[in-house]
C-alpha cells in the first residue's frame, strides 16, 4: 500500500491511498468467504459452501463492492496512522480507480484539528479591575435588605417612589396596543427601576382611583426591535398604594437577619458578602477578557465540524430552556423580533467563537503540559451521577464512555484558563 497526503486548507487534508492488484487479491478472498454463507449452492448447506464453488456463483458486482468495503477499512486506519493524521469525523472516501485484478485507488477527505499559532499568551495586555467595596455600597445593601422585612399598609395619599402601588397598565405604540405592554393588578416598587425610564417617576403624586396617561419613548438600544426608540402611550389605572414600613436598623434588626449580635456584626457579613460577589464578578471579567484576547491574538483556523458540533449545541441549551418555560422556538423568535436567518447568523458566529476559544485554550494546554488526570474525572462523573440519580435517562447517558471524555477535555480547559490567569496576574 502506498498513500500521499495533500493539504486542501488549513483544516482539511487529502490522503490518496493505492493498494497494489497482489495486495487487493486478500481483500477478494476475504469478501469471498464473508458472502458464501449467504449464499444458496446445490448439493452443499447453507453456510458450508466452499470459497472456490462460492466465488462462481457470487454477483460480481456485491463481490466488487464489498471486496472494495473491506480494503478500505483495513487500509484507511493504516494509512492515516502512518501519515501522523487524526480525523476529526469520518473521512469522506470517493474511488478514484476499481478494476478487477488492478490495484485500488482511492482518496479520503477529512478535517483535521489546524494548527494553532498563539499569541503571547503569557504577557496579554489585559488587566483585572480592583475591587473595593464602598460604605454606599453596604447601606444600600442594608437599605435592600430592610426592604425585604418591610411591612405594607394600605395608604388614603398620593404615591412617592419607596411606595409599592398596585397598577392596570396598557401601553400602545401608533394607537395600537403592544405585547408585553399591558397588565392587570400587577405590583410595582416604586423607585425600582423595573420599568423603562419615566414610567415610575409618572406614577409618583397619582392616588388610589386615578386614571391617567404616560407618554414615554422606549431607549433606542431597546431588546425589541418594534420598541426600540418608539414613541408610546401608557395607559394607567392605580388601584392602591401601599406604604412600605421598614424596620429601624438595630440590634434587634440585626438578630432577624442571622446569627449576629449587633448592627456592626451584620455590616461586616453584608461586607463581606459584597466583596465575595465583587471579587467573582470581576475574575469572570477578567477571563473573558484574557481569553478574546487571546483569541484575537491568535491565528486558529476553523474546521466546520467543530462549529457545527457547537451550533447542535447551542440550539440544545435553547431547546432545553425554552422546554423549561413551556415556549415554542417560534415564539421565542417572535418575542425578541428576530427571523430564524437572523438567529442562525448570531448562532454560528457564538459557535464560532466558542471553537476558536476551546481550540487555543487546547493549544496551551498542550504546550504547558495540562490535563485532566483519570481521578479528577471519575470525580466529577460521580458528581453529575449523584446530582442525577433520580432520573435514569440521565444516568444512562452518563455512562456514555463520551461524556467521560468530554468531562476530561472539560476540566482541561479549565486547568487552561487558570494557568493563563497565573500568568497573566504577574
Not at 90 to 113: C, D, M, N, Q, R
Not at 354 to 373: F, G, H, P, W, Y
Amino acid at each position: 500500500m502506498k498513500h500521499t497526503a495533500k493539504k486542501l486548507s488549513p483544516t482539511e487534508m487529502e490522503l490518496t491511498v493505492v493498494v497494489a492488484a497482489s495486495e487487493y487479491t486478500k481483500y477478494i478472498e476475504e469478501a469471498v468467504e464473508q458472502l458464501a454463507d449467504t449464499i444458496k449452492v446445490p448439493g452443499f448447506r447453507k453456510g458450508k459452501v466452499p470459497a472456490s464453488v462460492a466465488k462462481q456463483h457470487l454477483d460480481p458486482n456485491t463481490l466488487a463492492s464489498t471486496a472494495l468495503d473491506l480494503a478500505v477499512r483495513g487500509t484507511l486506519p493504516e494509512a492515516l496512522e502512518a501519515s501522523e493524521l487524526m480525523p476529526l469525523v469520518a473521512p469522506s472516501v470517493t474511488v478514484l480507480k476499481h478494476v478487477p485484478g488492478e490495484a485500488l485507488e482511492y482518496s479520503a477527505k477529512f478535517e483535521i484539528i489546524p494548527e494553532i499559532k498563539l499569541g503571547k499568551y503569557n504577557s496579554l495586555k489585559v488587566k483585572r479591575a480592583e475591587t473595593k467595596i464602598t460604605d454606599k455600597d453596604i447601606d444600600e445593601a442594608l437599605e435592600n435588605i430592610r426592604r425585604s422585612f418591610a411591612e405594607k399598609a394600605v395608604v388614603d395619599r398620593a404615591a412617592k417612589l419607596g411606595d409599592e402601588v398596585v397598577i392596570d397598565f396598557v401601553g400602545k405604540k401608533d394607537g395600537v396596543a403592544f405585547q408585553g405592554g399591558a397588565a392587570k393588578s400587577h405590583h410595582l416598587e416604586l423607585g425600582s427601576n423595573s420599568f423603562i425610564p419615566g414610567f415610575e417617576e409618572g406614577v409618583v403624586d397619582h392616588k388610589a382611583g386615578e386614571e391617567f396617561d404616560i407618554k414615554l419613548t422606549f431607549p433606542k438600544e431597546y431588546h425589541s426591535k418594534d420598541l426600540a426608540g418608539a414613541k408610546t402611550v401608557f395607559t394607567v389605572l392605580i388601584k392602591q398604594v401601599n406604604e412600605n414600613k421598614l424596620p429601624e436598623l438595630d440590634a434587634e434588626f440585626a438578630k432577624k437577619c442571622g446569627n449576629f449580635k449587633s448592627v456592626a456584626d451584620l455590616k461586616e457579613d453584608v461586607r463581606k458578602n459584597l466583596q465575595s460577589q465583587a471579587d467573582y464578578k470581576s475574575l469572570e471579567t477578567f477571563k473573558d477578557a484574557l481569553v478574546d484576547t487571546l483569541v484575537a491574538e491568535s491565528d486558529i483556523p476553523t474546521p466546520e465540524v467543530l462549529v457545527h458540533d457547537h451550533l447542535n449545541r447551542i440550539r440544545a441549551e435553547l431547546d432545553d430552556n425554552l422546554a423549561r418555560r413551556n415556549m415554542l422556538f417560534e415564539d421565542f423568535l417572535k418575542q425578541n423580533n428576530h427571523s430564524e436567518a437572523e438567529w442562525d447568523k448570531e448562532a454560528h458566529r457564538l459557535a464560532e467563537q466558542r471553537v476558536r476559544a476551546s481550540l487555543a485554550l487546547t493549544e496551551i494546554a498542550k504546550k504547558e503540559k495540562l490535563s485532566a488526570t483519570e481521578e479528577e474525572t471519575d470525580a466529577k462523573l460521580k458528581e453529575l451521577k449523584d446530582v442525577y440519580q433520580k432520573s435514569p435517562e440521565a444516568l444512562k447517558q452518563l455512562d456514555n464512555p463520551r461524556v467521560a471524555m468530554d468531562i476530561r477535555h472539560r476540566l482541561t480547559i479549565e486547568k487552561a484558563i487558570d494557568k493563563l490567569i497565573e500568568l497573566n496576574s504577574k
